[in-house]
């Protein structure tokens, strides 16, 4: 649970006991930065490593990593983003998280990049338990630091903090030419930016939102993105 006030009110032991929270985290985060960060453990009753399981695959993650929560709708969206993967072709995944998008649809060629490096140790243990070492590679850099990995003709897989893309990052895709950019977002007004730019040599081919967040005026939505002929 993220909260706003450094002062909110914990838990005590009877309570979690009777509401039986096994991995349960307290944390502040600092209401100035633009996304939840970890500013503050505020309680911590939790051995820091989870699972959840995606489109039948096991994910392990860590609690200071990112992983979706909405995990039916997450599974439809990546359903529909699979449609688009061309298996032929490499795939490279920014903001790869712990590798729950690029392990589930990429195909045999594939390299995902993360900044977070708790987030890329669990990758790291995705992709062995998978047993997928020789075609998965695993960058422990800012998207913005790894664009070498980016071929002209690949399959680019994004979902970008609430901040969208670094406009180096997107100057560098019109600069390459992947084949397809898919875009997967949790703020479409930064999207909308994003894609704005890309339009020099990009065309959209698929829109599709998804209530992520019931009851929420937040959602996800996802834009497929191909070169222009």
Known sequence: LYVKDENFTIFSEQELLK??????????????SPASVITKRLQNSTDQKLQDSVLGINFNYATESFFQINLPVYEQALRDMQKFIDTTKPTVDLYSGVGSI???????DLT?????????DEMQKNI???DREETVKAILAPSEKALEFIKKGSNLI?????????????????EIEPEKVIY????P???ARDVAILSKKYEITY???YNFFPRTPHIENLIVLKLKK
């Open 189 to 191: 007004a930064t999207q």
């Open 128 to 130: 062995k338990k998978l």
């Open 112 to 120: 995902l990049v993360e900044i977070n490096e708790f987030a890329v």
């Open 158 to 174: 994004v979902d970008p903090p609430r901040a969208g893309m670094n406009r180096e990052v997107c100057e560098k895709i019109l």
């Open 207 to 209: 829109v599709r939102g």
């Open 19 to 32: 509401l039986n929270f096994k991995n349960f985290e307290i944390i502040f985060s600092n209401p100035k």
């Open 184 to 187: 997967l977002s949790c703020n």
């Open 102 to 108: 690029g392990l589930t649809i990429g195909a045999g």
